[in-house]
C-alpha cells in the first residue's frame, strides 16, 4: 500500500538552515504536501508541489521533489525559534477521493 | 485560502456518552470530507471519507457504528463519537476537498478537536 516516511526528529541551530526528508511510495502521487502542526493545533499548510515540479521556493521554503527516486524535502532558511513544530510530508492523487497519506511526522528542534 | 470550521475545539465527556463534532467548509462546498484521527506524538490516521449524501467509506479497523459520520450537505460533515470511553480521548481532525475547475483538487483542514473521555 501507500507509505510515506521521514525521519521522527531534527535538530538546528537558531539562524542555521533545516532540511527534512521525506520519501513515498505511490508513483501515482499528485500531490505532495508539507504540514506544519504546533502543539495541540490542526494543521497548517506550508507549502505544496505538483508532481511535474521538480522545485518550489516560497519565502523561507524550499520543496525538492525528485520524481524518480520518490523522495521529497523541505528547506527552511534561517530557521527560527517560531519554526519548532512537527513537520509532516503527505502525498495524495488527483481524484477527488483520494485520502491524503501522511508521514509520520518530524519533530523540528530548535537550538539556541 | 478556503477556510474549514470544525467544532467543538476540545469537549470532555463522561464515559459512555457521544459527542458529536462538526466540520463546516465556510466559503466552498466540499465534495468530500476525511475524517482523521492523531494519537499523540503519532501521525494522522484516516478514519474515514465520506461524499456528501452518500455513505462513508471507514478504513480498516475503524468501527463504524461506534463513529457514526453523516455528510448532509456540501458544506457540513458530522463525526459521532457513539458511548465513548477513554480509549476514545485523541485529536479528531477533518479535512474538505474541493474540486477547483477541471482536475486540480485540494484539500483544507479545520482545526482539530480535542476529545477527552473521563
Known amino acids: 500500500g501507500e507509505d510515506v516516511e521521514q525521519s521522527l526528529f531534527l535538530s538546528v541551530r537558531e539562524g542555521d538552515s533545516s532540511v527534512i526528508n521525506c520519501t513515498y511510495t505511490?508513483?501515482?502521487?499528485?500531490?505532495l504536501y508539507w504540514y506544519k502542526q504546533e502543539p495541540g493545533a490542526g494543521l497548517q499548510l506550508l507549502t505544496y508541489?505538483?508532481?511535474?515540479?521538480d522545485m518550489k521556493q516560497d519565502q523561507r521554503l524550499t520543496v525538492l521533489l525528485n520524481k524518480k527516486d520518490k523522495h521529497l524535502s523541505l528547506r527552511i532558511a534561517d530557521t527560527q525559534t517560531g519554526d519548532s513544530a512537527i513537520y509532516f510530508c503527505?502525498?495524495?492523487?488527483?481524484?477527488?477521493?483520494?485520502?491524503?497519506?501522511f508521514g509520520k511526522g518530524t519533530r523540528l528542534h530548535i537550538l539556541p | 485560502g478556503a477556510v474549514v470550521s470544525q467544532h467543538p475545539s476540545w469537549v470532555i465527556c463522561k464515559s459512555g456518552t457521544s459527542v458529536k463534532i462538526e466540520c463546516r467548509s465556510l466559503?466552498?462546498?466540499?465534495?468530500?470530507m476525511f475524517w482523521y484521527r492523531q494519537f499523540p506524538k503519532q501521525s494522522l490516521m484516516l478514519m474515514a471519507t465520506?461524499?456528501?449524501?452518500?455513505?462513508?467509506?471507514?478504513e480498516q479497523g475503524v468501527e463504524k457504528d461506534k463513529f457514526l459520520i453523516n455528510h448532509a450537505s456540501l458544506t457540513l460533515s458530522t463525526l459521532t463519537v457513539t458511548s465513548a470511553h477513554p480509549e476514545d480521548s485523541s485529536f479528531y481532525i477533518c479535512?474538505?476537498?474541493?474540486?477547483?475547475?477541471?482536475?486540480?483538487?485540494?484539500?483544507?483542514f479545520g482545526q482539530g478537536t480535542r476529545l477527552t473521555v473521563v
Open positions: 508541489i505538483f508532481s511535474n515540479m
Open positions: 466559503d466552498f462546498q466540499a465534495t468530500t
Open positions: 479535512s474538505a476537498s474541493v474540486i477547483w475547475t477541471g482536475v486540480n483538487t485540494e484539500a483544507f
Open positions: 465520506s461524499n456528501e449524501g452518500s455513505k462513508a467509506t471507514y
Open positions: 503527505a502525498e495524495r492523487g488527483s481524484s477527488r477521493d483520494d485520502k491524503i497519506i
Open positions: 505511490d508513483s501515482s502521487s499528485t500531490y
